[in-house]
């Protein structure tokens, strides 16, 4: 067990909705993270914040948001959903920002679009 | 932009057997290089990393060298078990980011039979 925790574990929902998902990172860390991974793109970074606030931004669409909240849980907001966002999203925590942090992942949130 | 690419899987060896899975980098920065592994059903575990060249990540019988002349972090075991069977991912992490998320390869799925 990894102490990163992400809910749901499963979504279904339709072409055009809104799904939330939700991480909670590991006692005492301050970095999350948000990853998708797809057979076509593989896992793909899309955002970082650390306590707080946004610290990079990768691959992630306009339709996506997030955010880290004050007691460091994040979400990650999909909207006007589309068949290719069918994939899996991770959620990972870290302590710091150094290049050397180890990152601890979640097992994340298997999302389908129909 | 930074960059890791893996030999494709899937690698099928029998138990006992070599392992070598292939990983090179392009990096604009000072990278850090990883390995993690992805069991069926779980989120990725780190399962060793080099901070700088010339520097050997090593844990549970796996090896790999960071080798900067050749831009390389190849992954090897001298004895592969049936419980070593997973996706294993190549990532950098790179000085020149904004932040420190890690860029990962594709991934190699390592199946052992015994």
């Known amino acids: 067990d990894s102490g990163v925790t992400q809910t749901p574990k499963h979504l279904i929902t339709a072409t055009g909705q809104r799904v939330t998902l939700r991480c909670s990172p590991r006692?005492?860390?301050?970095?999350v993270y948000w990853y998708q991974q797809s057979l076509d793109q593989g896992l793909q970074f899309l955002i970082q914040y650390y306590n707080g606030e946004e610290r990079a931004k990768g691959n992630i669409l306009e339709r996506f948001s997030a955010q880290q909240f004050p007691d460091l849980h994040s979400e990650l907001n999909l909207s006007s959903l589309e068949l290719g966002d069918s994939a899996l999203y991770f959620c990972?925590?870290?302590?710091?920002?150094?290049?050397?942090?180890?990152?601890?992942f979640g097992s994340g949130t298997q999302l389908s679009v129909l | 932009g930074d960059s890791v690419t893996q030999m494709e899987g899937p690698v099928t060896l029998s138990e006992e057997a070599f392992l070598t899975i292939n990983c090179t980098y392009t990096?604009?920065?000072?990278?850090?290089l990883f390995w993690y592994v992805q069991y069926p059903g779980e989120g990725l575990q780190l399962l060793l990393k080099?901070?700088?060249?010339?520097d050997k990540g090593s844990n549970k019988g796996f090896e790999a060298t960071y080798r900067k002349e050749t831009t390389s972090f190849h992954l090897e075991k001298g004895s592969v078990q049936v419980s070593d069977s997973a996706v294993y991912f190549c990532a950098l992490s790179d000085t020149n980011n904004a932040g420190n998320m890690l860029t990962f390869g594709g991934g190699t799925r390592l199946m052992v039979k015994p």
């Open positions: 006692s005492g860390d301050l970095s």
């Open positions: 990972a925590s870290s302590v710091g920002t150094g290049v050397n942090e180890k990152l601890f």
């Open positions: 080099a901070t700088k060249a010339d």
């Open positions: 990096a604009t920065g000072y990278p850090s």
